[in-house]
């Protein structure tokens, strides 16, 4: 019998040499670093087709998140899909809050921050119209940018699993309500909400997913993809970033509590980024089965949109799989692909 000391180093090795490996082959879709500015790093993927779409894409990532569940590995990544596609991809990493970040609100990311990202692309790509692609979060901050810059250079915009309606967040709501979480009392003592709690959050929503993913993981040990694949994700949902503490106190107040996107929009810097002044084109796509956004939080989307051309597109799966994973790859990312193609030319 092999001591259960030998066993446990040789599973520790195997792990990391996994985990090497999976580093070695996540976010490796060609790309150049194009604009810095304190943590934010904004990137643009290198062409691969002879012929690009006009109209650039800058896809916007949630605060808490890391941008990798876009570019996962090769065959598995989405700005791979649409480099290949023919499209001209830009992204915006926001980096990870230090503390002095702690001051950092929406309007910093809406009127400033994104605003300069999209300066950014313009002038490189030589292009004055622009795709702006949000996802989760990402998505609440794009569309209040385009609410707001409802005359600026958007030309389409693409929101994935987004919400807008604060009382369909029910979880977050209870948790600031009924178990007398105090944003106020949060942001002053702590600065930053540190990332052990946006993933304790996280996890509350689906309390039973850590054990379900760890079976479904035991039933497929003996294939080497699906287990890299799976350990991914689950990798990438662990990396939650803090939460840069003034954004966190005005959407727990202004969003989820009070619900002012959907009564009138929120003000930024002045302007009433009233959903209704969004005329652009417009596809929100979201997951049938979204623990993270339902869709009594993300149903009011293209309803309360100005835009003439808009659909809402509801997908199988779930927050993440939305946008990676063999579904993604197969339903997801084909139909935005078409839907893009017919509006950047």
Same mark, same amino acid.
């Given at each position: 019998?092999?001591?259960?000391k030998?066993v446990?180093?040789?599973?520790r090795s195997a792990?990391?040499?996994l985990?090497?490996?999976?580093a070695?082959?996540?976010?490796?879709?060609p790309?150049?670093?194009?604009?810095a500015?304190g943590t934010?790093?904004?990137?643009?993927?290198?062409?691969q087709?002879?012929?690009v779409?006009?109209t &650039?894409?800058l896809? /916007?990532? =949630?605060l808490?998140s890391?941008?990798d569940i876009?570019d996962?590995t090769? +065959? #598995?990544?989405f700005?791979?899909?649409l480099?290949?596609?023919?499209f001209?991809?830009?992204l915006?990493?926001w980096?990870?809050?230090?503390?002095?970040?702690?001051g950092?609100?929406?309007?910093d990311?809406?009127a400033?921050l994104l605003?300069?990202?999209?300066a950014q692309?313009q002038?490189?790509?030589?292009?004055?119209g622009?795709t702006?692609?949000g996802y989760?979060?990402?998505?609440i901050?794009?569309?209040l940018?385009a609410?707001?810059?409802?005359r600026?250079?958007?030309r389409?915009?693409?929101l994935l699993?987004?919400?807008?309606?604060?009382?369909?967040?029910?979880?977050?709501?209870?948790l600031?309500?009924?178990?007398?979480?105090?944003p106020?009392?949060?942001?002053?003592?702590?600065?930053n909400? &540190?990332s052990?709690? /946006?993933e =304790?959050?996280?996890q509350?929503?689906?309390p039973l997913?850590?054990?379900? +993913? #760890?079976?479904t993981?035991l039933?497929?040990?003996?294939?080497p993809a699906?287990?890299?694949?799976?350990?991914r994700?689950?990798k990438?949902?662990a990396?939650?970033?803090?939460?840069?503490?003034e954004?966190?106190?005005e959407l727990a107040?202004d969003?989820?509590?009070?619900?002012?996107?959907?009564?009138?929009?929120l003000?930024?810097?002045g302007v009433?980024c009233?959903?209704?002044?969004?005329?652009v084109?417009l596809?929100?796509?979201?997951?049938?089965h979204?623990?993270?956004?339902?869709r009594a939080?993300?149903?009011?989307?293209?309803?309360l949109?100005g835009?003439?051309?808009?659909q809402e597109?509801?997908?199988?799966g779930?927050?993440?799989?939305?946008i990676?994973?063999?579904?993604?790859a197969?339903?997801?990312?084909p139909?935005?692909v078409?839907?893009?193609?017919h509006?950047?030319?």
């Amino acid at each position: 019998m092999i001591p259960l000391k030998e066993v446990v180093t040789e599973q520790r090795s195997a792990i990391a040499a996994l985990e090497a490996e999976m580093a070695r082959e996540t976010a490796v879709t060609p790309r150049e670093l194009l604009h810095a500015r304190g943590t934010l790093r904004l990137y643009h993927y290198l062409p691969q087709t002879g012929e690009v779409y006009r109209t &650039p894409l800058l896809i /916007v990532m =949630s605060l808490v998140s890391t941008p990798d569940i876009f570019d996962l590995t090769p +065959g #598995q990544s989405f700005i791979e899909h649409l480099v290949r596609a023919g499209f001209d991809v830009y992204l915006i990493d926001w980096g990870t809050p230090r503390i002095e970040h702690a001051g950092l609100g929406i309007e910093d990311y809406v009127a400033d921050l994104l605003p300069d990202c999209v300066a950014q692309v313009q002038q490189h790509s030589g292009e004055d119209g622009i795709t702006i692609v949000g996802y989760c979060l990402g998505g609440i901050l794009a569309s209040l940018y385009a609410a707001r810059e409802n005359r600026g250079p958007l030309r389409n915009l693409l929101l994935l699993a987004t919400p807008v309606n604060g009382e369909g967040m029910v979880m977050q709501r209870k948790l600031l309500t009924a178990q007398g979480l105090d944003p106020d009392e949060l942001v002053d003592s702590l600065g930053n909400i &540190p990332s052990s709690m /946006v993933e =304790s959050a996280f996890q509350m929503l689906r309390p039973l997913q850590k054990a379900s +993913g #760890q079976a479904t993981l035991l039933n497929n040990l003996r294939d080497p993809a699906f287990v890299k694949a799976h350990q991914r994700i689950v990798k990438w949902g662990a990396n939650a970033l803090p939460f840069p503490g003034e954004a966190f106190r005005e959407l727990a107040k202004d969003f989820v509590l009070n619900n002012r996107i959907v009564h009138g929009g929120l003000t930024v810097r002045g302007v009433k980024c009233d959903l209704g002044r969004i005329r652009v084109p417009l596809l929100h796509v979201v997951a049938e089965h979204d623990h993270v956004v339902p869709r009594a939080a993300s149903s009011d989307l293209v309803r309360l949109v100005g835009s003439r051309d808009k659909q809402e597109l509801v997908i199988k799966g779930g927050h993440v799989s939305l946008i990676a994973g063999v579904g993604a790859a197969t339903r997801t990312w084909p139909t935005i692909v078409e839907w893009l193609a017919h509006r950047s030319c």
